[in-house]
């Protein structure tokens, strides 16, 4: 076994420079085939997006118009990067004026129906989910020379990080699909409005909002909470641009919440009746003597260097890594490692950080060229393959594609890092990366990844970052529920949580009644343990959209296993069973949309339409009450709430009194992990 430990990060944060990459080559739009023309009369008339951020997840709404300006009858394509943690919920297509509401189907199935009613010259639609890349949205006969209305709704967990929330709308395309780029043009041009209205409803005082590159665009209005008296606040942001706005930039939005927000604990419950079963949404903000973390390091950056990482990326990319060079110390050192079609060690074993061979391999960076695939296993391997057991080591992974060369498993990946005790940084360059394969490999080393748009507020992530890893952790971290009524927690297994980071699980519960919640971790070794009691009401109604939030979970979590061990037939079930049950669109299901009486036909059942009627009922019920504060331990600890009034981490780490946390570093460091 070998084992090296991270302590000092400095250099990350000019590292995070890179990620200031030019728009890509593929956007969100329309597909069409390269070439064609069959395809050149349809449309994109109008772009709509209405986004709420409430209780701790995010509904957004995108309601467009297509218009074929052809003589016949043609197919649309709509294709969107996947957004991060989404349920897709809601596809709606209006045929005479009436909408019509998508139902969930078993994928291959869906995928029939939809081609025979095609054939048959009725308007339809299909939402498919490509792997972890895009949501594929068909629209079938649009008629000529008319528009054609469609709307899809997702949802998605929204974490607090650092007292930051951060809200993506993603457009821009990852870039990372070569097959895919080389068939489809992507027409992301909106001929008429482009809208986009976003409404934070928060229980907590928001100190600032920010959206990069969109500040002067963006109008952004602030009110105290709905109805009398009521806390929290209320903004709306709203982007309202003229013909011909472009489909191929992110949007991105930041809140900050204010320095003397509490750490806490937050419980979101739903029960439809006393005899259902309940579902509840758990956050926790946790506080604690997080020590700062001063050491050196040996560092490894690992670089993808690959045909997607092509003219201003690999450019950009070797500058920022020029800028951490001529930041490092004397007693530091550094490997770089490039990764394509194979992985190659440019500088040959670690560089002392002398002025002078700072010079030397700044210049050997900025001439890196980019070409071939991703081989990223080759990348890791040679990093995790000559690490200096007397040195502290970290490893930094910068990359924007998918592992598509070499070994591609995620088994393998996970195998590598195993048998190694050191913290692995991922850092995801856009959108349609390989998200589920980065982030368990970060989790599972005890890191973190983080992803970035090229729209984000870079100066904005490099603060993130240098707060989180310059300070201790928390490990092993647990939630303990007693009272024998909540069940299948989501995530099981939480791993760490760095300085700031939020904690968000979801569960089912039976009955009702006063349950103790606890969370336990480890700092420096030390064993430490939070603890509040909630009550679990018998009625809740005010937040339906949490079974579905459960349930995409659940499928993560069953995705991760198909992924690592391959698929079974009982695991293709689970994931299937969930998506039909609380009708998502995941990797075995897809969302149909046809006439009632096809629909009738073909036996699918009403059940996305029961569940969006009592989702829509809630949303508009929500609209006109306060804001709601679901803060669960204020009562607790003599009134001083689970975590003894400490002010939730900030990027200034935040204030507050110093905990019996004094535990040496030392023992942090000397921690090891056990060979699997």
């Known amino acids: 076994m070998k084992r090296f430990m991270l302590r000092q990060l400095t250099p990350l944060l000019t590292l995070l420079l890179v990620l200031l990459c030019s728009a890509t080559t593929f956007a969100a739009g329309l597909l069409k085939p390269i070439g064609g023309s069959q395809h050149a009369a349809l449309t994109i008339v109008s772009h709509r997006v209405d986004v709420t951020i409430n209780n701790g997840f995010v509904r957004t709404e995108v309601d467009q118009l297509f218009r074929n300006a052809g003589n016949s009858a043609i197919e649309g394509l709509y294709s969107f990067p996947l957004p991060k943690q989404a349920s897709l919920s809601e596809l709606s297509l209006w045929v005479g004026g009436q909408e019509i509401l998508g139902e969930v189907v078993e994928k291959g199935a869906a995928r029939k129906i939809y081609q025979e009613q095609q054939a048959q010259g009725n308007q339809t639609a299909l939402a498919e989910k490509n792997d972890y890349q895009s949501f594929d949205v068909r629209v079938g006969n649009v008629p000529p020379q008319s528009d054609t209305r469609v709307r899809l709704v997702y949802y998605q967990p929204l974490e607090i990080d650092l007292n930051i ?291 984000d507020d870079i100066t904005g992530r490099l603060l993130q970052a240098k707060a989180k890893v310059l300070h201790q952790a928390l490990h092993d971290v647990e939630i303990e529920i007693a009272g024998e009524r909540v069940k299948e927690l989501t995530p099981r297994k939480i791993g760490n949580l760095y300085a700031g980071q939020q904690l968000v699980q979801f569960g089912r519960y039976n009955g009702s009644g006063e349950v103790v919640i606890t969370m336990k971790a480890k700092i420096s070794g030390q064993p430490q343990s939070w603890t509040t009691r909630a009550t679990l009401p018998k009625v809740a109604t005010d937040n339906p959209e949490l079974e579905r939030l459960w349930a995409l979970s659940r499928i993560e979590e069953t995705m991760a296993e198909i992924r690592e061990n391959g698929e079974t037939k009982g695991l293709r079930d689970q994931v299937s069973d969930l998506g039909l049950k609380y009708s998502l669109v995941t990797d075995y299901t897809s969302m149909l949309v046809v006439t009632d009486e096809a629909r009738g036909n073909s036996g699918i059942q009403s059940r996305n339409a029961d569940r969006v009627q009592t989702e829509r009922a809630a949303q508009q019920q929500r609209a006109s009450q306060p804001v709601q504060n679901h803060r669960v331990d204020s009562g607790s600890n003599n009134g001083q709430g689970a975590f003894n009034n400490r002010p939730s981490h900030g990027i200034g780490m935040g204030s507050g009194p110093v905990g019996l946390l004094a535990v040496p570093l030392i023992a942090w460091l000397n921690r090891r992990k056990q060979q699997k």
């Open 165 to 455: 929330g951060r809200y993506l709308y993603p457009l821009a395309e990852g870039n990372v699909d070569e097959e895919r780029i080389s068939f489809w043009s992507a027409d992301s041009q909106v001929s008429g409005p482009f809208h986009f209205h976003l409404q934070l409803k928060s229980a907590f005082p928001v100190k600032d909002v920010r959206l990069p590159g969109l500040d002067k665009e963006a109008v952004v209005q602030r009110a105290g909470g709905i109805g009398e008296g009521s806390a929290g606040e209320v903004i709306d942001v709203v982007i309202d641009r003229p013909e011909g706005a472009a489909l191929n930039q992110d949007i991105v939005f930041y809140y900050r919440l204010d320095d003397s927000v509490p750490a806490r604990i937050e419980l979101v419950p739903y029960k439809a009746d006393p005899n259902s079963e309940g579902t509840l949404m758990l956050v926790v903000t946790p506080a604690a003597d997080l020590q700062p973390i001063s050491e050196g390091t040996d560092w490894t950056f690992v670089l993808d260097t690959s045909g997607s990482m092509g003219g201003h990326k690999i450019a950009t990319l070797a500058n920022g890594v020029s800028k951490v060079l001529g930041q490092m110390r004397p007693n530091d050192r550094f490997r770089i490692i490039g990764f394509s079609n194979s992985a190659q060690e440019l500088t040959n074993g670690y560089v002392n950080a002398t002025a002078e061979e700072v010079q030397r391999w700044i210049a050997q960076v900025k001439g890196i060229q980019a070409g071939g695939g991703t081989n990223l296993f080759a990348g890791l391997e040679m990093a995790y393959g000559k690490l200096d057991d007397d040195r502290t080591s970290g490893v930094i992974l910068v990359t924007d594609g998918v592992a598509n060369i070499g070994n591609t498993e995620h088994r393998a990946f996970l195998k590598l890092l195993q048998s190694y005790d050191i913290r692995l940084f991922t850092f995801v360059i856009g959108n349609s990366a390989n998200q589920p394969l980065l982030e368990r490999l970060a989790q599972d080393s005890g890191g973190f990844a983080m992803n970035l748009s090229d729209s």
